[in-house]
Each structure stands twice: as structure tokens, then as C-alpha cells.
């Protein structure tokens, strides 16, 4: 059964994000990897700006284990895109977010996925717990999941 296209008003959190020229495909629309670097861009912008990473000094930073993103509609240059973000599960060291991708002023997701997130020792690369400050940022934005993949 194919996934329905979520709303803004699913999500928690939003970044305006400007596509380029170079994000086309020869297909004429954005590249199916670049939505991956637009997921990877709202998590990080949100992790940084809500100051519980810093990605030179941090003794915990956060690797990506898992992605998926399933696509509704094109985005192409020049388009403008927010996308969006909520924490679907917080775990004792992982996090799974959900990233839509809206397009112009649609309310209705050009494209939505999710990434997750494991918690691991900068020098170890071994797991670890989610700090005490990004957990409270993290459940901050945990809303109802209407998830597009399997847990």
C-alpha cells in the first residue's frame, strides 16, 4: 500500500532550504540522493542550533544507521523547499527521526522519509546514551508518528 503524503502540521520543526542548479538530474528534477543531504542538513541544523552538538568537540556525536525517503511529487530548481522534522522514537542510544520535504508553499509533502540516528563515543565510535540536554531538545519534537516504512 503506497504511503500518503504527510502535512506541515505533522511535524514539529522547519528549515527553509534553497535548491540549486546542480541538484537537477538529467531528468530535469532534483536528484533522488539530494533529498538525503536535505534530511541530513534539518537534523544537524536542528542539533547544532538547539547547541547539543558541536561537530569539532562534542564527545558524543550521532551516525547514521538508516534511511528511506519515498517521493509524491518533483522538486526542481528553482523551487524553494522547507523541510521539516519531528523525533519519531527516542531510544537508549538511537533516535529516529521524520523528515518531510514541502515544496513552494504546499502543504502537502513533495517527499517524506525518515533517518536514524545511534549515539556513539567520538573516540570509540562504540554506543553510548543519548545526553541528558539532546534528549530534552529531542523530546521536544516528538509528535503522533505517521511513519511512511516499517519500525
Same mark, same amino acid.
Given at each position: 500500500?503506497?504511503? !500518503?503524503?504527510?502535512?506541515?502540521?505533522?511535524?514539529?520543526? #522547519?528549515?527553509?532550504?534553497?535548491?540549486?542548479?546542480?541538484? %537537477?538530474?538529467?531528468?530535469?528534477?532534483?536528484?533522488?540522493?539530494?533529498?538525503?543531504?536535505?534530511?541530513?542538513?534539518?537534523? %544537524?541544523?536542528?542539533?547544532?542550533?538547539?547547541?547539543? =552538538?558541536?561537530?569539532?568537540?562534542?564527545? !558524543?556525536?550521532?551516525?547514521? &544507521?538508516?534511511?528511506?525517503?519515498?517521493? #509524491?511529487?518533483?522538486?526542481? #530548481?528553482?523551487?524553494?523547499?522547507?523541510?521539516?522534522?519531528?523525533?519519531?522514537?527516542?531510544? %537508549?542510544?538511537? &533516535?529516529?527521526?521524520?523528515?518531510? &520535504? #514541502?515544496? %513552494?508553499?504546499?502543504?502537502?509533502?513533495?517527499?517524506?522519509?525518515?533517518?536514524?540516528?545511534?549515539? !556513539?563515543?567520538?573516540?570509540?565510535? =562504540?554506543?553510548?546514551?543519548?545526553?541528558?540536554?539532546?534528549?530534552? =531538545?529531542?523530546?521536544?519534537?516528538? =509528535?503522533?508518528?505517521?511513519?511512511?516504512?516499517?519500525?
Amino acid at each position: 500500500m503506497r504511503p !500518503v503524503a504527510h502535512q506541515r502540521a505533522d511535524y514539529a520543526h #522547519f528549515h527553509p532550504i534553497t535548491t540549486r542548479w546542480l541538484d %537537477n538530474d538529467a531528468y530535469g528534477h532534483v536528484n533522488n540522493v539530494v533529498y538525503y543531504n536535505w534530511f541530513d542538513t534539518i537534523v %544537524n541544523e536542528l542539533l547544532i542550533s538547539g547547541g547539543v =552538538l558541536d561537530i569539532v568537540h562534542s564527545p !558524543v556525536i550521532a551516525l547514521v &544507521i538508516e534511511s528511506a525517503c519515498t517521493y #509524491f511529487a518533483p522538486v526542481a #530548481f528553482p523551487d524553494r523547499i522547507t523541510a521539516a522534522l519531528r523525533v519519531a522514537t527516542l531510544g %537508549n542510544s538511537s &533516535i529516529r527521526y521524520e523528515v518531510a &520535504i #514541502f515544496c %513552494n508553499d504546499d502543504e502537502r509533502a513533495a517527499a517524506q522519509g525518515h533517518m536514524v540516528h545511534v549515539c !556513539v563515543e567520538r573516540a570509540s565510535r =562504540l554506543a553510548t546514551p543519548i545526553p541528558a540536554v539532546m534528549r530534552t =531538545l529531542l523530546q521536544s519534537l516528538q =509528535l503522533p508518528s505517521l511513519s511512511t516504512s516499517p519500525p
